[in-house]
C-alpha cells in the first residue's frame, strides 16, 4: 500500500527534517533507475486554503513515484525564512524543498544554501516560463529555484455595498476618498481596510507616487527621496480623513474579518486571499466579490510583483527526487490546478491556456495585472528591506511619526543594510 503523505506539526518538523535530510536509510536512491526515499518539503501556503491543493498535488507525485515518501510540513510564512537560515546554517533540520517567497530566493543562494538547479530535472521546457517569473529565481547567473506561482494586487470590494452606494471601482486615490465617503453616508461603513502592519501593502502606494525602495542599478536608496515622503503623506491621509481604518498588529486577521463580513467596502489583497475571501458570510455568493487594478498616485499606477519558488536545499541528501518533485510541483497540470482550484496564478505561459485558468475570472483579471508589476529588487538583502519600512510605516499610520521622519529613518536603516550603497 502507497504511503500516505504524512502532515506534521511545525513543532515536530525541525526534528522529523532533521532525520530525513540527515539519515541514510531516508537518502534516496536512482541506482535502479527509479526515484527512491524521503522529500521533505516545507510549504508556506496558507492553512485551511491552499494547504489542502498543495498536499493534494504532493500526494499526485507519491502515486508517480511509489517509492518515494514526501513529508508535508506547512511552516507559518511570517517564520519561514529564519526557520530555514537557522536550519541550513546549523546543517541540522533543513527541508529538502521549500517554498521560498521570491525575495527569499537570491538571499538563501548568497548565503550559500540553495542547490543550483540549471542542468538538473528540476527544470524542464524553462523557455515556457514569464520571463518576470525567472527573473527572481536567478542569483549570479545561476538558477536557484523554479517560479510556482506569480501575484500582484489590487483591490477587492463588495459589489453589494458599491451598488447601494452608487459608486464603482476608484481609479485614483481621489477616486477613492470619493468612494469611501459615499459608502459611508449611503451604508455607515468604511470604506477601506489598510493593513497597517505589513509594508507589502504600502508599495502600491510607493509606486504611485514614482517611488521605490531602492534603485538596484546604481545602487541608491531612494526610499527617502521626494516621492516617498508623498507616498508617506498618502497613506496617512487616508487614515487620518476615515477613508480608512488600519490596525498595528493581527493586520491579516483584522482585514480579512472585516472584509469578510462586511464591515469595511474594499481591500487592497492579492490572489492568494481569494480562496479565504470567498469563505466569508458577505461572498456565500462569489459573484458579490469584485476586484479592480490599486488606485494611481499622483505620478503612476503599479503593483508590486510577488510569488513563489520552489527552492532544493544544498546539503539534501536526496537531490535526484527532489529535483523531480520540483520539476512536478511546477508542471504545467499542476499550475493549471491550482489556478482552477485556488486562483492562483500559473509561472508556465502554456498553462493559462488550460481550461482551470482559463474559466478563473480572477486569473484572468490578475493576469495583465501581473504584466505590468513592478519588479521588487532581487538582491540578497530584499527581504530584509522590509523590516525597517515595516517599523515607520507603522509608525505613520497610528500617528506615532511624521512622514518625513518615517522616510528619513527609513533611508539610514537602507544605508547601514547596503553597504556602499548610496
Not at 90 to 117: C, H, K, M, Q
Amino acid at each position: 500500500m502507497r504511503r500516505g503523505i504524512t502532515a506534521t506539526a511545525l513543532v515536530a518538523a525541525l526534528a522529523l527534517a532533521a532525520t530525513a535530510c540527515g539519515s541514510d536509510d531516508e537518502t534516496g536512491s536512482k541506482s535502479s533507475g527509479e526515484l527512491s526515499g524521503t522529500v521533505t518539503w516545507w510549504d508556506t501556503s496558507s492553512v485551511g486554503s491552499e494547504d489542502k491543493v498543495f498536499k493534494k498535488l504532493a500526494e499526485g507525485f507519491e502515486k508517480k513515484h511509489p517509492k518515494v515518501d514526501v513529508k508535508y510540513v506547512n511552516v507559518p510564512f511570517g517564520e519561514a525564512q529564519n526557520k530555514f537560515k537557522n536550519a541550513a546554517q546549523a546543517g541540522d533540520g533543513a527541508p529538502d524543498v521549500i517554498r521560498s517567497e521570491v525575495a527569499w530566493t537570491p538571499d538563501f543562494a548568497n548565503l550559500g544554501y540553495l542547490a543550483p538547479l540549471d542542468g538538473t530535472a528540476a527544470l524542464k521546457n524553462q523557455d515556457d516560463f514569464l520571463k518576470q517569473a525567472v527573473a527572481s529565481t536567478k542569483y549570479e547567473d545561476k538558477t536557484y529555484a523554479v517560479p510556482q506561482v506569480i501575484d500582484s494586487m489590487g483591490v477587492f470590494y463588495n459589489k453589494k455595498m458599491f451598488e447601494e452606494a452608487g459608486v464603482e471601482a476608484p481609479a485614483s486615490l481621489a477616486d477613492l476618498k470619493a468612494v469611501a465617503k459615499k459608502i459611508k453616508d449611503k451604508t455607515g461603513k468604511t470604506g477601506l481596510y489598510l493593513r497597517g502592519d505589513d509594508p507589502y501593502y504600502f508599495l502600491s502606494f510607493l509606486y504611485g507616487e514614482g517611488g521605490d525602495m531602492v534603485d538596484a542599478g546604481s545602487k541608491s536608496v531612494t526610499i527617502d527621496k521626494p516621492e516617498g515622503v508623498k507616498a508617506f503623506k498618502a497613506v496617512k491621509d487616508l487614515v487620518d480623513d476615515g477613508t480608512a481604518k488600519t490596525d498595528a498588529s493581527d493586520g491579516w486577521e483584522n482585514m480579512m474579518q472585516a472584509f469578510k463580513n462586511g464591515d469595511v467596502a474594499m481591500m487592497i489583497n492579492g490572489p492568494w486571499a481569494v480562496a479565504d475571501t470567498l469563505t466569508g458570510s458577505e461572498f456565500t455568493d462569489k459573484g458579490n466579490l469584485g476586484v479592480a487594478p490599486v488606485p494611481a498616485g499622483s505620478a503612476a499606477q503599479g503593483a508590486p510583483q510577488g510569488g513563489h519558488n520552489l527552492a532544493v536545499y544544498a546539503g539534501s541528501k536526496n537531490l535526484d527526487a527532489s529535483y523531480a518533485f520540483v520539476e512536478y510541483m511546477t508542471s504545467v497540470d499542476s499550475q493549471a490546478t491550482a489556478a482552477g482550484e485556488l486562483n492562483l496564478l500559473p509561472t508556465r505561459t502554456s498553462a493559462y491556456a488550460k481550461k482551470e485558468a482559463v474559466d478563473s475570472e480572477i486569473v484572468g483579471f490578475f493576469k495583465p495585472v501581473v504584466e505590468t508589476a513592478v519588479e521588487r529588487p532581487w538582491i540578497p538583502e530584499g527581504g530584509s528591506l522590509f523590516e525597517p519600512l515595516r517599523i515607520e510605516y507603522t509608525k505613520v499610520l497610528t500617528g506615532q511619526t511624521t512622514p518625513e521622519k518615517a522616510a528619513k529613518a527609513t533611508g539610514d536603516s537602507y544605508r547601514k543594510l547596503l553597504k556602499d550603497w548610496k
